[in-house]
Structures are given as structure tokens and as C-alpha cells.
């Protein structure tokens, strides 16, 4: 267990790790870019079951509305947020397809 600017996360941080980008997919996946250069999948169902405040993010309107702010995901204009070395831990490894490498997002 670990806190960071007064909130407590269970764990051990991984030294640095922030979110730097998030592509929402239509299926409500959704790719993670991390501050590692690493791309992970992040599926919105499994989010939604990790407790009560994260019920919401199952919802299509929610998950759709997904940004990165402060290094980390957040959605309903950041009244719910993930700490980014939980997320990475519960993610998926992935690699973005090379013909969407260079698509505008």
C-alpha cells in the first residue's frame, strides 16, 4: 500500500507510470498508452466490476467519454479515476495494428 497527494492505493507503484493517451474503441475497449511506451487493452466491463465507483464506466455513455487527465483515465469530468499502475496491472498487453500506427485519432 502506497499514497500519493493524500490518496491511498493498494500495491506497490511502479515508479512513474502515467497515462499518456487512450484510444476508446467501439466495443468499449479501450487502448492505454502508457508513459513506459507501452500500449495495454483495457476492457470498460472489467472496469465497471472492480468495485462500486466504478460501476458507471460499464455504461456506453461513460466509457465513451473517457479521458486522460493528470496522468490518468478518468471519466464523468473526473469524479471517477483509476490509479495507472492498478490499471496497467488489470490490462492486456497490445499492439496497436501498423495501418493504425499514423491514423488521426
Request: charge should be negative; proline fraction near 8%.
Amino acid at each position: 500500500m502506497y499514497e500519493v497527494d493524500g490518496i491511498v492505493y493498494a500495491g506497490s507503484p511502479r515508479e512513474g507510470l502515467t497515462v499518456k493517451a487512450v484510444r476508446v474503441l467501439d466495443t468499449g475497449m479501450l487502448v492505454v498508452t502508457f508513459s513506459s511506451g507501452e500500449e495495454r487493452l483495457v476492457d470498460t466491463q472489467e472496469v465497471a466490476g472492480w468495485g462500486p465507483a466504478l460501476a458507471p464506466v460499464g455504461e456506453e455513455a461513460v466509457w465513451r467519454g473517457t479521458k486522460v487527465a493528470g496522468g490518468t483515465l478518468t471519466w464523468l469530468d473526473g469524479t471517477i479515476d483509476i490509479a495507472p499502475e492498478y490499471l496497467y496491472a488489470h490490462s492486456y498487453p497490445y499492439e496497436t495494428p501498423p495501418w493504425l500506427r499514423h491514423a488521426a485519432p
